[in-house]
């Protein structure tokens, strides 16, 4: 049957993509003995239980959660819970409100949403490399919005200097195609390389947005999993005034990374100081739908202090533990891998180094996807930094948000692919 022009366009794009696969075929010791173990997903399994206890304690949906509430973009109820919540956490120097937030089933979607509205077909949204792979699906897929990957060669993609990379990038492009780049996103802190940006430089970066007449786009949905030290600076908490005007700043937050809760797919778009980006998000915010049950489960959550407060400290305190103990892993068996990392759950590994030195006839060989085949034949699945834009191959991308005994048979598997 023919399809448009665009449909095909993806299911070209979604051939060589594995990750459904791997999702509908992974490990179970009694359903599944043979599927696949999974440290390419960004997950956090650490705290499922004590989330579940929660949720299961304060269920009590009302007949409220079964209708269309109050509206596409959220209920009432979770937009002034999750802006006192994050007014809490993230410190804002304007404090939020509820009208500032745009509920979505999703943060991808909230992306998306954002594309749509900042840029037409053909125009640019910067993105430095590495990035996380599925920006440049929900930037580009439907609505024609360019990606403009930022290489940085071995200047440090969150240092001071990176700003250089991100104006290099946006007047090439500018420069070649006529059209204009309208925003520039950052996953803050970043993913896949666990580090935060500093506020130095996101004062830089916004700078350089409000030169170009570009937005500032700041995705914060790891911003409460900081566990290593150092300072999270949310783009929220900087006094812009003299920076960038206050309608190019768009941030980003929701419970699938900070809550290990993915599966409840709830995001929120927060724009203060632009009303029209609110309101044309709004017009189509059918399609990200928060369910009932999910906006009400979420708010069950966010309106408890202790509770959350309780949370966020346990969560950090065990993603250290499993961070620790994964790179100590690596650190035995000589797998180089990215230091610094203080946020999220992941880690930036280089398996490209070790499996040369074990087979130097690869040199020539496509080392990302020969050690990718690999890794599936040992039924363990990694995200590949070919996903991530990463300017050297071999890198790939580790989660270590698991059970120690799930996590030690992944990583055992590794090792064994690279034999």
Not at 27 to 49: F, K, Q, R
Not at 52 to 59: A, G, I, P, R, V
Not at 235 to 255: C, E, P, Q, T, Y
Request: glycine share 8%; proline share 4%.
């Amino acid at each position: 049957m023919a399809l448009s022009t665009r449909a095909n366009d993806v299911l070209r794009a979604n051939e060589t993509s594995i990750i459904w696969e791997v999702l509908a075929n992974m490990y179970d010791p009694e359903t599944n003995p043979d599927g696949y173990y999974s440290v390419g997903v960004a997950e956090n399994l650490l705290m499922h239980e004590y989330l579940l206890d929660h949720m299961h304690q304060h269920l009590r949906f009302t007949s409220k959660s079964l209708t269309y509430n109050d509206g596409a973009s959220g209920s009432k109820r979770l937009k002034a819970v999750m802006a006192r919540f994050l007014n809490r956490r993230l410190h804002p120097a304007t404090p939020l409100e509820p009208q500032h937030l745009i509920l979505t089933n999703g943060v991808s979607a909230a992306v998306e949403h954002l594309s749509w509205a900042l840029a037409d077909k053909g125009e640019g949204i910067l993105l430095g490399r590495p990035y996380y792979g599925t920006f440049i699906a929900d930037i580009s897929m439907r609505f024609g919005t360019e990606v403009v990957t930022v290489p940085f060669g071995g200047v440090d993609p969150l240092g001071a200097d990176c700003v250089e990379g991100y104006r290099h990038a946006l007047t090439s492009f500018e420069q070649r195609t006529g059209k204009k780049c309208r925003a520039l996103l950052l996953c803050h802190p970043h993913n896949p390389l666990g580090r935060c940006y500093s506020r130095d430089v996101i004062v830089t970066l916004m700078r350089l947005c409000q030169e170009h007449g570009m937005h500032f786009i700041s995705d914060e949905i790891y911003a409460l999993s900081v566990w290593g030290g150092g300072e999270f600076v949310s783009a929220l908490s900087i006094d812009i005034k003299g920076i960038i005007d206050v309608d190019r700043v768009h941030v980003l937050w929701g419970m699938s990374k900070d809550f290990g809760a993915n599966g409840l797919r709830l995001g929120a778009l927060i724009s203060q100081g632009n009303k029209d980006v609110r309101a044309a998000v709004d017009s189509v915010a059918l399609y990200s739908y928060v369910s009932g049950p999910a906006d009400h489960l979420a708010a069950n959550v966010l309106e408890d202090d202790a509770y959350t407060d309780d949370y966020i400290r346990l969560n950090c305190e065990k993603l250290k533990e499993a961070y620790d103990y994964t790179v100590g892993f690596l650190t035995q068996n000589e797998i180089p891998y990215m230091a610094g990392a203080n946020a999220g759950f992941f880690v930036w590994v280089d398996l490209g180094t070790p499996y040369l030195q074990r087979h130097p006839e690869a040199i020539h060989e496509d080392v990302s996807e020969v050690i990718m085949q690999r890794l599936l034949k040992n039924k363990v699945y990694l995200a590949s930094g070919a996903l991530f834009g990463s300017e050297t191959p071999g890198w790939f991308r580790i989660v270590f948000a698991h059970p120690q005994a799930y996590l030690d048979e992944a990583l055992r598997r590794i090792m064994a692919a690279l034999q």
